[in-house]
């Protein structure tokens, strides 16, 4: 197997590694001044701006959407080293659109809804947010109890809706409810599109997260969509939207890739630095392992996620792949991290460096689109039936 990039996928990463080195790494003392004062740390708007020219002007738009719509219609393995990128930087910023909900209207829109949403989201020119987590949820969307009821030729749905990333400024939001209560997510789940400043569909609440993020929880009371806002076919929600999660489990792995790095990096160079007893801290043994033991990881993580990055674009079932790619990410970006801070000493506690912002965003992405634990409970469940096969 050739794990070599093409010359354009090369070119692309390149591309994307200035874009984030002149654009993103630069914003980063404003953006860790802001969380510092317990403010969000979002892009501020002025900036968004003008970084999102930037990115237009150097073709970075629209790079997942289909050629009909202006797009580069780039495979997931080219994504990857763009979200590697991505991820060496606490700034948090995609270049538009979001890839999971675009992959997902993709599947499902019909001819209307693609012309309504689908074509001006792949331009880059609407924002989407998706509503699939509930209050007593938990990692199980299947244990939903949103439910959409037939009303006329339209629907009625009542239930409550939380971890909503986007909400307030959001076009339009995919909203999964419960059709049929008997099916459960074997054909009663399904997806609907609800257009910003719809009546009975507001936000309730804004929930600040560690890391500077911030999540929303929405109120659904007796919320009326026509039959048009069904997306895709009724009762077969639960499908693309495990399509969506795989998809953002792929993402966020790659971007794991790239905090990894700099989390290495940050602390490579630090321990090449600073003495401590009359001796680098380089030359400490535990410094040393901690770095080869991560290095080591690194070189599987990237493997992993090509891997299954080539298989999703051969069209191959790739579900437990994404499972573990999400989890073995996270899990070696936070301890990397972990290690980076502890190098650093107290100045690794501190909100001057990056570090634990990018930290926190790990612990977050640990339970985002699954707990660990959850997925740790998928692979083992893939891999005693292949055993229990086997025999």
């Given amino acids: 197997?050739?794990?070599?990039?093409?010359?354009?996928?090369?070119?692309?990463?390149?591309?994307?590694?200035?874009?984030?080195?002149?654009?993103?790494?630069?914003?980063?003392?404003?953006?860790?001044?802001?969380?510092?004062?317990?403010?969000?740390?979002?892009?501020?708007?002025?900036?968004?701006?003008?970084?999102?020219?930037?990115?237009?002007?150097?073709?970075?738009?629209?790079?997942?959407?289909?050629?009909?719509?202006?797009?580069?219609?780039?495979?997931?393995?080219?994504?990857?080293?763009?979200?590697?990128?991505?991820?060496?930087?606490?700034?948090?910023?995609y270049f538009p659109p979001d890839s999971p909900n675009l992959h997902m209207l993709m599947q499902t829109c019909n001819d209307e809804q693609r012309q309504k949403y689908l074509e001006p989201y792949a331009r880059g020119e609407k924002i989407s947010a998706i509503a699939i987590s509930e209050p007593n949820g938990g990692g199980d969307p299947a244990a939903m109890i949103t439910r959409a009821e037939p009303d006329g030729n339209g629907w009625r749905i009542n239930g409550r809706k939380i971890w909503?990333?986007?909400?307030?400024?959001?076009?339009?939001?995919?909203?999964?409810?419960?059709?049929?209560?008997?099916?459960?997510?074997?054909?009663?789940?399904?997806?609907?599109?609800?257009d910003k400043d719809t009546p009975g569909y507001e936000v309730a609440r804004k929930i600040p997260m560690i890391g500077g993020r911030v999540t929303y929880e929405i109120a659904i009371d007796d919320l009326k969509l026509p039959g048009s806002a069904l997306l895709g076919e009724l009762g077969n929600g639960f499908g693309p939207m495990q399509l969506r999660l795989s998809r953002r489990r792929v993402e966020m792995a790659a971007r794991c890739i790239g905090t990894t790095r700099r989390a290495l990096d940050e602390m490579k160079a630090w321990v090449k630095e600073r003495k401590t007893f009359g001796d680098l801290l380089s030359n400490r043994q535990a410094i040393q392992w901690w770095?080869?033991?991560?290095?080591?990881?690194?070189?599987?993580?990237?493997?992993?996620?090509?891997?299954?990055?080539?298989?999703?674009?051969?069209?191959?079932?790739?579900?437990t792949e994404c499972s573990m790619v999400k989890?073995?990410?996270?899990?070696?970006?936070?301890?990397?991290?972990?290690?980076?801070?502890?190098?650093?000493?107290?100045?690794?506690?501190?909100?001057?460096?990056?570090?634990?912002?990018?930290?926190?965003?790990?612990?977050?992405?640990?339970?985002?689109?699954?707990?660990?634990?959850?997925?740790?409970?998928?692979?083992?469940r893939h891999a005693l039936q292949d055993r229990i096969v086997g025999l």
């Fill in 164 to 194: 909503i990333s986007r909400a307030p400024e959001a076009d339009f939001t995919i909203l999964m409810a419960v059709t049929d209560p008997s099916k459960g997510a074997r054909g009663g789940i399904s997806a609907f599109v609800v």
């Fill in 1 to 93: 197997m050739d794990f070599t990039l093409s010359e354009e996928q090369q070119m692309l990463r390149d591309l994307v590694a200035r874009f984030v080195r002149d654009n993103l790494i630069p914003l980063e003392p404003r953006v860790l001044a802001s969380e510092a004062e317990g403010e969000a740390k979002a892009i501020p708007a002025e900036d968004r701006a003008r970084i999102d020219a930037r990115a237009k002007e150097l073709g970075l738009y629209a790079l997942e959407s289909p050629e009909e719509f202006d797009g580069a219609n780039l495979d997931t393995v080219s994504m990857v080293g763009v979200f590697e990128e991505l991820g060496r930087t606490c700034v948090d910023y």
């Fill in 291 to 319: 770095i080869a033991d991560a290095e080591m990881e690194l070189h599987a993580l990237r493997l992993m996620v090509y891997n299954t990055a080539v298989k999703i674009d051969a069209g191959q079932q790739a579900r």
């Fill in 327 to 380: 989890l073995k990410g996270t899990e070696l970006a936070w301890d990397t991290l972990d290690k980076a801070m502890q190098a650093y000493g107290a100045m690794g506690m501190t909100k001057e460096l990056p570090l634990q912002m990018m930290a926190n965003q790990i612990r977050v992405q640990r339970i985002y689109e699954g707990p660990s634990e959850v997925h740790r409970m998928l692979i083992a």
